[in-house]
Structure formats: C-alpha cells, structure tokens
C-alpha cells in the first residue's frame, strides 16, 4: 500500500496536473498525496529504524533540511526557519518514502520503471509541441532569434510547473535515460535490451528539442561512462569525443563560447554567487535569498549552495553526492553479488552523474531530482539486505577530510573557471 502510494506520488511530480487541469488547478494535490503515502506506511508498519541506519545519505539529508532552514536564523529572519523548512519537505518526504517503501527487487525495477516512463512522458510532450507549437496545458514551446547560427529562429520545447523552463525540462530527463542503455538495463529492468531501446530513443529526441547544451552535456557525460564501464578507460575517451563532435552539430550548441551572451550571462551570474559567499562564508545568504538583489538565480548548483548556505552547507550537500558514490563503490565489492546488482548501481551512478554534469549550469540544488536518485541508491541497498546480503557502510574521519578537501577545491576550481573563462 506504501509502495504504490509512493509511486503514485512521484507520478503527480512528474504530470503536475494541478497545473493545468482546471477542475483542480491550484489545488494542494501533491501535498494531499504525501499526507497520504505517510499515512500509509505507518499504518501498514513498513517504517523500519534498520533501513534509515543503512546509509550515512539518510542522516546528512536530514543535516542539510535543518541547516538550510536555519541560515535564516543567521541572516536576521526567524520567521524564515520554518518557511524553509516546509518549502523543503516535499523533496525530503520523497527521498525517505523511496527509502523506506522501496525493500525488494520487484519494488525497485518497478520504480525504475516509472521513472523512465515519466521521463519518457516529458519527451512526448516535447515531440508534440516542437510539431505543434503547443504542448500539454496549452504551453507555447519557446521561439527566439540569435541562438542559432546566422542567427536564425529556434524553437525550444518546454514543460509545465517545475518543468516551464527548457533547461529544466532536459535535466529531468537526461539521468533517467541512463536507465535504458544495453548494458544497465538487461538483467535489471528487463530480459532485454530491446525494450530499453523502445524507450531510449523517443526520450533522447525529447531532450535534444529542448536545445539545452547543459542536458546535451549531460547526455555526452552519460554516454562516457556507460562507454567507459563496457570497453574502458581509453575507448571511452575516444568515444566521448566522437559524441561530442555529434553533439556539437546540434543549434545552440555548436555556439558554445565565452563571448556569446547566454554564456557570458552565467559567468555574471556565477561570479556574483562567489561574491556572495566571500560575503557571507559560514552561513551563507539564507536559502532563496541569491535572487533577493539580483535579477538572475545562480545557473549552477554548486554555487547557489555555496552562496546560500555558506561553506558549512555547501559541505554537507558535496558530502551527500560523495556519500552516494562511495556507496556504489563498495557495494559492487560485494562478494556473490546477486546479477541485478551491477548493472542496477551502474545505472543509478551514470544518472548521477549525468545529473552533476547538467546541474553545473542550473539551479537544482533544492529540487527532486537528485534526491529522488539519492533515494534509489539507498533503497538498493535495503533490498540487499532483503535478499540476505549486509551492506552497511558506515561514516568515518577519512571521509569528512575527503568532503572538506573536494569542497574547498570545488570552490577553488570556481573561482579558477569565472576567471580563465572571462578572459576567453
């Protein structure tokens, strides 16, 4: 009952219809639904202390809902503490419904899934209005000039709700594309490889109508790895810059330079959330307050935790994707892994990574994205442990130097890159 409640949550994430469905427009249909899913889980008793103890992500998730609430506290607004407490809750009750509801192998291929489904429902509403001009809710797709070479008009195709920007759009799709490629997806998903495929190519069509070179780069960084996995570091290099050249062909992104005005755009932009966080190193600004004096929102997740919350949050949020990939590291280890296991965490690492490469020129530090891949991580392991196998990985000393080393250089590497690129 949890677990069906769980997907039909994430389904209402995905299709938004209070959106555009008059009858409910405006109505609190997710929040309804998550009432519900909570609701549901403790009644029927799947709520399990073993399963949140099972990853240090559970714990640093619940560190960075708190932290991010109280940076307010530092910048002089009490009543923000619980604004940014309740904005945020949606995306931490999505993490910890996967991890608690998600427990078996049927459960978790049935959740990957729906997840490529859903992304597969964004690309179908892409090819529709990139056709007809006009996508699900009435939404117009995007038409400007100067973003194409000559500067001809381009059309790029947009979502509603979460998904109304075209860059947002992609980034929704692109990590879960990494669920159907050949390899990862037979053994886990399906008997064969084919039925990834059926999907695959629509989704992929879907993202490039979005003109989105960060998801595009996504594409190329999920392309690299799947490559490096099967054949290797070397041909995966040689690969990755074949995709690239292909990649490169596309509008918009063939373009990419320094000089270009969307481009220089995002240096202003990144170069103001540094300044930000020179400003106010601990504690950051508070969350939501970047676009408080500034007329732009960071485009790069890094950054806008770094400005927002300070260094402080900016280590627990490194330490969450670090904690994820440290995770998948040493369960492949795994003696006598079941033959699910690695194509599934090879999977749910090429979309994390495909995530982190397109949330390097966008804001989605807050959204569920990534959480939701978080999730999907943890949960792997609760449904080893179903299945007999003890993957318990605990915290330790090496691994906060290793956060607060890849943090520091993290911001370092920022500061490097805002000003090599604005002398190209």
Not at 156 to 171: C, E, H, S
Not at 200 to 226: E, K, Q
Not at 245 to 273: F, M, Q
Request: aromatic share 12%.
């Amino acid at each position: 009952m949890g677990y069906i409640a769980t997907l039909i949550y994430l389904v209402l994430i995905f299709v938004r219809p209070q959106e555009y469905v008059e009858a409910i427009k405006g109505w609190p249909v997710q929040d309804v639904a998550a009432i519900l899913c909570i609701s549901s889980v403790f009644l029927e008793g799947s709520l399990s202390i073993d399963k949140l103890k099972r990853s240090p992500i559970n714990l640093l998730l619940i560190m960075f809902w708190i932290w991010i609430s109280i940076t307010w506290l530092f910048n002089g607004w009490v009543g923000g503490i619980p604004f940014v407490f309740l904005r945020f809750t949606p995306v931490v009750v999505t993490f910890f419904l996967i991890v608690v509801t998600v427990d078996t192998l049927a459960k978790l291929r049935g959740l990957a899934w729906l997840l490529a489904l859903m992304a597969l429902f964004l690309a179908i509403q892409a090819i529709v209005q990139y056709n007809t001009g006009e996508g699900l809710g009435g939404v117009s797709a995007l038409q400007a000039h100067g973003l194409g070479a000559d500067d001809e008009m381009v059309v790029r195709v947009r979502g509603v709700g979460l998904f109304a920007d075209p860059n947002d759009m992609a980034i929704n799709m692109v990590p879960f594309a990494a669920l159907l490629l050949p390899a990862f997806h037979r053994r886990f998903m399906s008997r064969t490889w084919l039925t990834g495929i059926i999907v695959l190519v629509p989704l992929t069509v879907g993202i490039a109508f979005t003109l989105s070179r960060g998801g595009m780069l996504g594409m190329l960084a999920i392309g690299w790895f799947y490559m490096y996995r099967r054949v290797g570091k070397l041909f995966s290099i040689v690969g990755a810059v074949l995709l690239l050249l292909v990649i490169l062909a596309a509008p918009r992104v063939g373009e990419i330079n320094t000089r270009e005005d969307s481009a220089r755009a995002r240096l202003d932009h990144w170069a103001y959330g540094l300044q930000l966080a020179r400003e106010n190193p601990v504690f950051g600004v508070g969350k939501g307050a970047f676009t408080e004096n500034y007329y732009r929102t960071a485009h790069n997740s890094f950054i806008l935790v770094l400005a927002e919350t300070g260094f402080i949050g900016a280590m627990i949020w490194v330490a969450m994707f670090i904690a994820a990939f440290r995770e998948i590291y040493l369960t492949r280890k795994e003696p006598r892994a079941p033959p699910w296991l690695d194509p599934a965490l090879n999977a749910f690492e090429a979309a994390l990574i495909g995530w982190l490469v397109c949330a390097m020129f966008l804001s989605q530090t807050y959204k569920f994205t990534s959480f939701i891949i978080l999730g999907c991580i943890v949960a792997t392991l609760n449904v080893l442990k179903r299945e007999g196998y003890e993957v318990k990985h605990p915290w330790n000393a090496r691994m906060s130097l290793l956060v607060l080393a890849t943090t520091v250089g993290a911001v370092i590497l920022m500061h490097v890159a805002v000003k090599v690129l604005w002398q190209l």
